[in-house]
Every structure is written in C-alpha cells, then in structure tokens.
C-alpha cells in the first residue's frame, strides 16, 4: 500500500513517513496544499490513501479534498485537524472525505484509521489473496503456501502482495519501485532485484516450480 502525507509540520509528517514505513507501507510527504493537488492530479493511481492536514499553506485541505473530488479522484482520504468541533467535522465529510482525525492523536490510531480505511469495500481490495496454493492474508499479513508458513520481511510481503494482485502481467522494475517505495526512491537502485531474488528463494524453497518467472528486457510476472 502506498500512503501520501500532506503536513505542513515537517517533523510530524517525517515521523509519520517514518512509522508507516515500519508498518509496512511506502509513504510520500508533501507540503503544501498546491504541491499535494499536482502530484495527485498527476499522480492519483499510485496511491492508496490521502492523510490530508487541513491547516497548509498555499491551497488548504478542505479545498484540496474538494478540487479532487469535483476531478473525480477518489481516492480515500483520512483528514487531520486540530479543530474538534462537529461543525468542523461536518465540513472535512462534506468535502469529501473519508475520516476525520482530531490533532493530537496517537499513532496507533491513526494507524487503525488507517487499516480500516484500506479494508473498505470501495478500494476493491480483497484481505486474502489466492494463487495455486500460495495464500496471502493482508489483515494478518501472513503468507502460506500450503500449510506452510512462509515468513517474509515487510517489503516482501508488499512486493509479493503487489504481484499477486496483478497475477499473469508483467510488472517492470519501475512499476514495483514506485508502488512499494517511497516516490524519492533511486531508480537506479538494484533493491528491486535484491529483493525479488530473496522473495523467489523463499517461494521456491517450497515448491520446485517458479512462482515468479523474468521476463528478460522487460521484468518480472507472476504465473497464475
């Protein structure tokens, strides 16, 4: 899953940048409200989720929230404000978004919103994963192949969820980049090799057929 962090306040988005990479997710920072409406304009389809702050500068949250929806980008958006009225809450709804998340709060929260917002039946993402008898369970974050565990690091399992999303189409080594790391991420990093080479040793342990196969000159494609 890969989040966008719209803050203002730099070492709170850092820190949240930071314990959403711990948690498994790629995140981006943005901020200013400008900023967050052209990278999303542009950008949209690489994200799973907003975290929108309403107090930013240039552009404010509410009007971001409502110049994506009125350009039919749906994304969900979890919005963070120290106003704690119900009128204000009613607002942030109204302008389209998802949750509302009073300033200060904790981060175990916010990760719970989190969680609940991805699971919701819009974003089309279904919690267990299925390919022959490879199962991958996005609430629990497990991965059997058969009746056996198979135990992956966070980007593993991000990389390997990624694939089995897209079973039969062939994912290049920028594709993977961009939807497991951060946008900033060197695209001229072998991490995606490194990782994919560790990821296929641990499948392939398991079972003697290859789950993911290369496509040479192209990437990487996981057979269903």
């Not at 995140?27 to 304009?41: K, M, S």
């Not at 119900?86 to 916010?110: C, H, T, W």
């Amino acid at each position: 899953m890969r989040i966008i962090i719209v803050e203002d306040q730099k070492k709170l988005a850092l820190s949240l940048q930071r314990g959403l990479g711990q948690n498994g997710y790629a995140a981006d920072t943005v901020f200013d409200g400008e900023a967050a409406l052209n990278r999303l304009e542009h950008h949209h389809d690489e994200y799973d989720l907003v975290i929108l702050d309403v107090m930013l500068p240039k552009m404010d949250g509410m009007t971001v929230c409502k110049a994506l929806r009125a350009k039919n980008i749906f994304v969900p958006i979890l919005m963070l404000t120290a106003k704690d009225t119900v009128e204000d809450r009613i607002q942030g709804l109204d302008a389209g978004a998802d949750d509302y998340l009073i300033k200060p709060f904790s981060f175990e929260e916010l990760l719970a919103r989190v969680r609940a917002l991805l699971r919701r039946p819009q974003s089309s993402l279904t919690r267990e994963l299925k390919i022959k008898d490879l199962t991958l369970n996005t609430v629990t974050r497990k991965v059997f192949q058969g009746k056996k565990e198979i135990l992956l690091t966070l980007k593993e399992f991000s990389i390997l969820e990624y694939f089995m999303r897209n079973p039969n189409q062939v994912l290049t080594r920028d594709q993977i980049l961009s939807h497991v790391w951060d946008f900033s991420f060197d695209s001229l990093s072998n991490v995606v090799d490194v990782h994919l080479k560790n990821l296929r040793k641990k499948l392939e342990t398991h079972k003697h057929e290859a789950f993911i196969e290369t496509v040479h000159g192209v990437g990487y494609r996981l057979k269903n």
